[in-house]
């Protein structure tokens, strides 16, 4: 059952973090949990909501704990290869130029340009999915980028999980919390919560302000992808054992 709630020591195993921290974090009201009869329960799609939210948030060793953590087989998952971000970018799925000029709009073409891979079985629940993700809480991050996704895994809307990416150079207002423009978007559809999360947490690996300067200014898809290709691969030897 893959949404029942979570103790205590199993969320802390879930999101890769010191029992002690997460009581105490618990405790002053920041974690998304409750206490039942003297014990805290986490409920599982709480989490992934509450993780998406703050993941931009978290520092690189957090972020390697949680991408290791999230790529070890359960018995709802099993073992994943090693996560490569960019080969579920294909170069039909970027475009430089987003012809969009409001948030919604936004949404529209950013599923218009997953339609572009082949790999959408379903356009208008995409749509769906990502409007009501919208409708709760902006995907927009710091420095000018935003996520959207679906609020829930939805491994029928496609025939395998997929980012694409795209770029508005002028910026738009997607709801960032420091207020900024956002310039560069990431679509991303997988189909399960922790391939979902893995993902998540090499995204935030990979954009540093260097990287996203270079994205948006890239003069083709191809650049474009050979810039996040080189980032992926400094980053993952960084992180070699």
Not at 200 to 206: D, E, H, Q, T, V
Request: aromatic fraction near 4%; include cysteine.
């Amino acid at each position: 059952m893959p949404y029942r709630s979570m103790s205590l020591e199993e969320f802390a195993k879930h999101v890769s973090m010191d029992m002690r921290d997460v009581r105490r974090l618990a405790d002053r009201g920041k974690l998304p949990g409750q206490k039942l009869a003297g014990q805290w329960r986490f409920n599982r799609a709480r989490v992934t909501e509450w993780l998406q939210q703050e993941m931009h948030t978290l520092d690189e060793p957090r972020l390697v704990a949680l991408e290791k953590a999230m790529g070890v087989a359960t018995a709802e998952e099993p073992s994943r290869s090693d996560l490569r971000l960019t080969d579920m970018i294909g170069l039909e799925g970027i475009d430089l130029s987003l012809p969009a000029k409001t948030k919604n709009s936004v949404l529209r073409e950013l599923v218009r340009l997953a339609g572009r891979t082949g790999l959408v079985y379903d356009d208008a629940g995409l749509l769906d999915a990502l409007e009501q993700r919208e409708s709760l809480c902006s995907t927009a991050l710091p420095k000018g980028v935003a996520i959207p996704h679906p609020r829930q895994p939805m491994p029928y809307v496609s025939a395998e999980p997929f980012v694409c990416v795209s770029c508005i150079p002028s910026g738009i207002g997607f709801g960032a919390p420091d207020g900024g423009l956002t310039r560069l978007f990431f679509l991303v559809c997988c189909h399960t919560d922790r391939f979902h999360l893995r993902v998540l947490a090499r995204l935030m690996r990979i954009l540093d302000n260097e990287t996203i300067a270079l994205v948006v200014d890239a003069r083709d898809p191809k650049e474009l992808l050979e810039v996040l290709i080189a980032r992926e691969k400094r980053v993952l030897e960084q992180t070699k054992p």
